[in-house]
């Protein structure tokens, strides 16, 4: 039997429509490498679905912002994150969102942005946090309409603190308040805290080494109002069905 006889090609490549094509092979192998540098990018193949009624965002690792962060952090990018933010507020076929939190903080400018337009949507959206929703990780928690944290979650409040070079002058001083203001205004404003709460959280020395802060842990941000619900994806989903409905 020859290399030209169909019956052959049909054995040989029985999913090419009987007959070889190098083209289809090359557009193959091209998607599959797209998909690789999805999963690298983002975490999933399709980050966003335009068919899903409801679509599920990560947000994970550190917040990477406008510098670059070595290729061993594991970073959620806000280039890429506001995009299809964006996307889902126009898409008609999306009526929900849920957040999955697991962060350790990172850029203060970036998460604040992000959460300002979770925050703005539209749609019904309901964030989760599992592992930890710690520093700017907070008003990410906060930014959807319905919040819930697991029961062995972490979340840690502090100050913000800032790393290299800072000039020791007064100035300095009242760009880092203004900074600070402009998160807790946003907790505020996104949850049950109150201020004074939350500024006493920030300013606890007797928790973390070296450093002021609070740690949370599970129930303890919904006590304090910081967080709706205790619960996990289950508990997430059908209050953000309830909210579609």
């Known amino acids: 039997m020859t290399y030209d006889d169909p019956i052959n090609l049909n054995k040989k490549y ?26 690298k990018e983002v975490g999933n193949t399709e980050p966003v679905k335009p068919d899903e009624r409801i679509q599920v965002i990560s947000i994970i690792g550190q917040i990477e912002g406008h510098m670059i962060l070595p290729p061993n952090t594991k970073t ?9 933010l964006l996307s889902i507020e126009q898409n008609p076929n999306v009526k929900g969102v849920l957040f999955i939190l697991n962060t350790v903080g990172g850029d203060v400018e970036a998460g604040l942005a992000i959460a300002e337009m979770i925050n703005s949507m539209s749609k019904p959206t309901v964030s989760l946090v599992i592992g930890g929703g710690h520093s700017i990780g907070a008003p990410l928690a906060t930014s959807a309409k319905a919040s819930f944290i697991s029961p062995s979650a972490t979340m840690i409040i502090h100050p913000i603190r ?6 020791g002058v007064p100035q300095t001083f009242n760009y880092f308040n203004k900074m600070q203001q402009r998160i807790n205004d946003f907790i505020v404003r996104t949850s049950k805290i109150e201020t004074d709460e939350l500024k006493r959280l920030m300013l606890q020395t007797d928790e973390l080494l070296n450093d002021m802060g609070t740690i949370l842990i599970g129930k303890e941000a919904v006590d304090i109002g910081l967080i709706d619900e205790v619960g996990g994806v289950k508990s997430a989903l059908d209050k953000l069905e309830s909210m579609i409905e």
Do not use: R, V
């Open 14 to 39: 029985p999913n090419k429509n009987n007959f070889y094509s190098a083209e289809s092979e090359a557009e193959e192998k091209k998607e599959k490498n797209e998909d690789i540098e999805s999963i």
């Open 76 to 84: 959620t990018k806000y280039e890429h994150l506001i995009p299809q």
């Open 162 to 167: 800032m790393n290299g070079l800072i000039i």
